[in-house]
T-cell receptor, first 111, second 112 residues
Framework: EDQVTQSPEALRLQEGESSSLNCSYT??????LFWYRQDPGKGPEFLFT???AGEEKEKERLKATLTKKESFLHITAPKPEDSATYLC????????????FGRGTSLIVHP | DGGITQSPKYLFRKEGQNVTLSCEQN?????MYWYRQDPGQGLRLIYY???????QKGDIAEGYSVSREKKESFPLTVTSAQKNPTAFYLC???????????FGPGTRLLVL
C-alpha cells in the first residue's frame, strides 16, 4: 500500500527565516510526486510535479527536490503570504494512477 | 478563463435528506474526481471517472453516488446513508488519469 508522511504537521517561522518541509513516501514504483498549496477554506493549488530522483523545480521562494524516498519543499526567506497548508501526493506506476495524499504541513509565517 | 467550479460554497443537510454537490469544468479534461477532506486527514477519494458514462468507486464510496452524463460535469450526491457527511468536498480534474490533478474551490457540507 502506498504511503505518504509529511512532517512537521505544523511549522511556525518568522518572516525571512528559511526552512524545509518533508514528504516521505513508500510506493512500489514512483510515477510522479506532486506539491500543492491550500489556503483555509479553498481548494488545493498546484505547485510542482517531480518525476525522478535528483529533479528540482523552483517557483518564487519555493524549491522542491526529490530523492528515492522523500521530497523536500524548501522555503527561502518566507513572507506572511506564504502561510498555508502544503500538501504532498504520490502517484504510483500501474494500477489506477490515483495519487495518495499526505496529511499536509500547516505553515504560519509571522511578520 | 478555464477552470473548475463547485457549487454551492456552503450546503446544509437535514437528517434523512439527499443533497447534490455540483462540479463543472471547462478545461476539456477527461478525468474527474471527488475527494473528501476532514481536519487533520489527507484527501480521501470518493469516486472518479475517466470518461463519460463511466465511473469507479474510491476508498470511501459508501453513502455517496455520482453520474457522468457530460464531459464537463461530475455531480456528487450525498445520500441519507452517509451518516457522517460533515466535511469539505473537493472536485478535481485532469487531462488523463496519469496527469496532474487540478482542484475546484470546494463545498463545505454541514448537517443541521
Amino acid at each position: 500500500e502506498d504511503q505518504v508522511t509529511q512532517s512537521p504537521e505544523a511549522l511556525r517561522l518568522q518572516e525571512g527565516e528559511s526552512s524545509s518541509l518533508n514528504c516521505s513516501y513508500t510506493v512500489s514504483g514512483l510515477r510522479g510526486l506532486f506539491w500543492y498549496r491550500q489556503d483555509p477554506g479553498k481548494g488545493p493549488e498546484f505547485l510542482f510535479t517531480l518525476y525522478s530522483a535528483g529533479e528540482e523545480k523552483e517557483k518564487e521562494r519555493l524549491k522542491a527536490t526529490l530523492t528515492k524516498k522523500e521530497s523536500f519543499l524548501h522555503i527561502t526567506a518566507p513572507k506572511p503570504e506564504d502561510s498555508a497548508t502544503y500538501l504532498c501526493a504520490v502517484q504510483a506506476v500501474g494500477g489506477s494512477y490515483i495519487p495518495t495524499f499526505g496529511r499536509g504541513t500547516s505553515l504560519i509565517v509571522h511578520p | 478563463d478555464g477552470g473548475i467550479t463547485q457549487s454551492p460554497k456552503y450546503l446544509f443537510r437535514k437528517e434523512g435528506q439527499n443533497v447534490t454537490l455540483s462540479c463543472e469544468q471547462n478545461l476539456n479534461h477527461d478525468a474527474m474526481y471527488w475527494y473528501r477532506q476532514d481536519p487533520g486527514q489527507g484527501l480521501r477519494l470518493i469516486y472518479y471517472s475517466q470518461i463519460v458514462n463511466d465511473f469507479q468507486k474510491g476508498d470511501i464510496a459508501e453513502g455517496y453516488s455520482v453520474s457522468r452524463e457530460k464531459k464537463e460535469s461530475f455531480p456528487l450526491t450525498v445520500t441519507s446513508a452517509q451518516k457522517n457527511p460533515t466535511a469539505f468536498y473537493l472536485c478535481a480534474s485532469s487531462t488523463r488519469q496519469i496527469e496532474t490533478q487540478y482542484f475546484g474551490p470546494g463545498t463545505r457540507l454541514l448537517v443541521l
